[in-house]
């Protein structure tokens, strides 16, 4: 059940939600304008995937160092700075030319933006019930979907130089409304922080002691993939391989993300009725996506069969990743984890992220874009293996057929009731804090 009063979880999700769409249009804007940038001979292929790599390196190792700090730093203050941060290098970025200034704001940019999710997820789980959490969270990943929506409608309407400049105002004003939101729901109870004073290498091990952490390390690192390295190289994709004008293009990229929109939705629906656990359900969607992807080598001549692929492929990547951030992130509220697991997850998703990125730019320029749908294939491939190898071992384990075996919210797995589960969260982050 519900609380009766709703108005708390709504204006935390509703703020959380806001304040997120900053990262996902943010990180979003190299990619869109790729192909105005290869066109004009601006920025080379390989150029602009190292830009890439240095962001999403800075940032993999930033979402581990802020994860962890997230759970003991007040989330206003770790936000505000991220926020600036990001807004620094976004603006200075088009106005020059040297190559390392060029490197520097990327490092700003992937460092400013690795300090917002662990901070909200955390405000999320652990101030609202777990119930309420996950449906905010399916709405939190639904808004990193608008991201690269908002980005690609603005790569049609604007040059290179004036989404970056726009979005850097966009980010220090959210900064700035941020802290004093936080400020505001702080002092009327709306947000309680509670800081961990545990030690920080001895919180981390435990997080490998939590069931399913490490299979889904390796779930965080395949949809990261996905997300961002397959993502990133698509409007390149559409208009050298396909042959799309630019408008076409950037109109394809963003059909293509709109149809995502639903996916997290669509990961409740089926792990609620239908494929009652995590990683069968994954499992097949990593399945489905490489199906999808190996069908791009065989319609290179046809636009609209592409673009339905790719929708196909994106979409299945895209519910397992739901899986991931929707269902069990939040479940570790009750180990008072949630930055710091977040941190972790998100660390090792892209830091494959980035090494593929790098690797996915050298496949294009030697061996083309085939090389670069195989290679997609094979990784959503090895997703699926390693789901059937978990699922099996559970099964000999447990002798039966396990059904929502992590032990995440939801279908009454962990508590007897809603209310009960938020009692018990809060007394368990008491006990680890």
Same mark, same amino acid.
């Given at each position: 059940?519900?609380?009766?009063?709703?108005?708390?979880?709504?204006?935390?999700?509703?703020?959380?939600?806001?304040?997120?769409?900053?990262?996902?249009?943010?990180?979003?804007?190299?990619?869109?304008?790729?192909?105005?940038?290869?066109?004009?001979?601006?920025?080379?292929?390989?150029?602009?995937?190292?830009?890439?790599?240095?962001?999403?390196?800075?940032?993999?190792?930033?979402?581990?160092?802020?994860?962890?700090?997230?759970?003991?730093?007040?989330?206003?203050?770790?936000?505000?700075?991220?926020?600036?941060?990001?807004?620094?290098?976004?603006?200075?970025?088009?106005?020059?030319?040297?190559?390392?200034?060029?490197?520097?704001?990327?490092?700003?940019?992937?460092?400013?933006?690795?300090?917002?999710?662990?901070?909200?997820?955390?405000?999320?789980?652990? +101030?609202?019930?777990?119930?309420?959490?996950?449906?905010?969270?399916?709405?939190?990943?639904?808004?990193?979907?608008?991201?690269?929506?908002?980005?690609?409608?603005?790569?049609?309407?604007?040059?290179?130089?004036?989404?970056?400049?726009?979005?850097?105002?966009?980010?220090?004003?959210?900064?700035?409304?941020?802290?004093?939101?936080?400020?505001?729901?702080?002092?009327?109870?709306?947000?309680?922080?509670?800081?961990?004073?545990?030690?920080?290498?001895?919180?981390?091990?435990?997080?490998?002691?939590?069931?399913?952490?490490?299979?889904?390390?390796?779930?965080?690192?395949?949809?990261?993939?996905?997300?961002?390295?397959?993502?990133?190289?698509?409007?390149?994709?559409?208009?050298?391989?396909?042959?799309?004008?630019?408008?076409?293009?950037?109109?394809?990229?963003?059909?293509?993300?709109?149809?995502?929109?639903?996916?997290?939705?669509?990961?409740?629906?089926?792990?609620?009725?239908?494929?009652?656990?995590?990683?069968?359900?994954?499992?097949?969607?990593?399945?489905?996506?490489?199906?999808?992807?190996?069908?791009?080598?065989?319609?290179?001549?046809?636009?609209?069969?592409?673009?339905?692929?790719?929708?196909?492929?994106?979409?299945?990547?895209?519910?397992?990743?739901?899986?991931?951030?929707?269902?069990?992130?939040?479940?570790?509220?009750?180990?008072?984890?949630?930055?710091?697991? +977040?941190?972790?997850?998100?660390?090792?998703?892209?830091?494959?992220?980035?090494?593929?990125?790098?690797?996915?730019?050298?496949?294009?320029?030697?061996?083309?874009?085939?090389?670069?749908?195989?290679?997609?294939?094979?990784?959503?491939?090895?997703?699926?293996?390693?789901?059937?190898?978990?699922?099996?071992?559970?099964?000999?384990?447990?002798?039966?057929?396990?059904?929502?075996?992590?032990?995440?919210?939801?279908?009454?797995?962990?508590?007897?009731?809603?209310?009960?589960?938020?009692?018990?969260? +809060?007394?368990?982050?008491?006990?680890?804090?």
């Amino acid at each position: 059940m519900l609380r009766k009063d709703i108005s708390k979880p709504i204006k935390i999700g509703s703020f959380c939600i806001l304040t997120y769409l900053v990262s996902y249009i943010s990180r979003n804007l190299l990619s869109v304008v790729s192909p105005e940038l290869i066109e004009k001979n601006i920025f080379s292929k390989e150029y602009i995937g190292y830009l890439s790599s240095v962001y999403l390196v800075v940032y993999a190792l930033g979402q581990l160092l802020n994860g962890i700090l997230g759970d003991r730093i007040n989330p206003k203050y770790m936000i505000l700075t991220g926020c600036l941060l990001s807004s620094t290098g976004m603006l200075i970025f088009p106005l020059v030319t040297y190559t390392f200034i060029h490197i520097l704001c990327f490092a700003f940019f992937g460092f400013g933006l690795s300090m917002l999710r662990g901070p909200l997820m955390k405000i999320i789980s652990e +101030n609202t019930l777990p119930k309420e959490a996950r449906f905010i969270c399916v709405l939190f990943s639904v808004s990193s979907f608008l991201g690269p929506l908002v980005a690609s409608f603005m790569a049609v309407i604007f040059q290179w130089k004036g989404i970056f400049i726009g979005t850097s105002i966009f980010a220090f004003t959210m900064g700035l409304v941020s802290f004093f939101v936080i400020s505001a729901f702080e002092h009327k109870s709306i947000i309680v922080f509670k800081a961990k004073k545990d030690n920080i290498f001895k919180g981390i091990s435990k997080l490998f002691t939590i069931k399913g952490f490490v299979f889904f390390l390796l779930v965080g690192s395949i949809v990261e993939i996905v997300a961002s390295a397959v993502t990133f190289w698509i409007p390149a994709y559409l208009s050298e391989y396909i042959q799309l004008s630019k408008e076409m293009t950037a109109l394809s990229f963003s059909i293509i993300s709109l149809v995502k929109v639903i996916c997290p939705f669509i990961c409740v629906f089926l792990y609620e009725h239908l494929i009652k656990d995590e990683v069968i359900l994954v499992g097949i969607c990593f399945g489905f996506s490489a199906i999808s992807f190996l069908g791009l080598l065989f319609i290179q001549k046809y636009a609209v069969l592409n673009i339905a692929a790719l929708i196909l492929a994106k979409s299945a990547a895209s519910i397992a990743s739901a899986v991931l951030w929707s269902i069990y992130i939040p479940s570790l509220a009750e180990h008072g984890a949630v930055s710091s697991g +977040n941190g972790v997850l998100d660390f090792t998703g892209y830091a494959a992220s980035a090494i593929a990125n790098v690797q996915f730019s050298r496949i294009v320029i030697s061996i083309g874009w085939k090389g670069l749908i195989f290679s997609r294939f094979a990784i959503l491939m090895l997703g699926t293996l390693v789901s059937v190898i978990f699922f099996l071992s559970k099964m000999r384990k447990t002798g039966k057929m396990p059904s929502n075996s992590i032990g995440c919210y939801g279908a009454g797995t962990l508590y007897e009731s809603e209310e009960s589960a938020g009692k018990q969260t +809060n007394e368990l982050c008491a006990k680890v804090n």
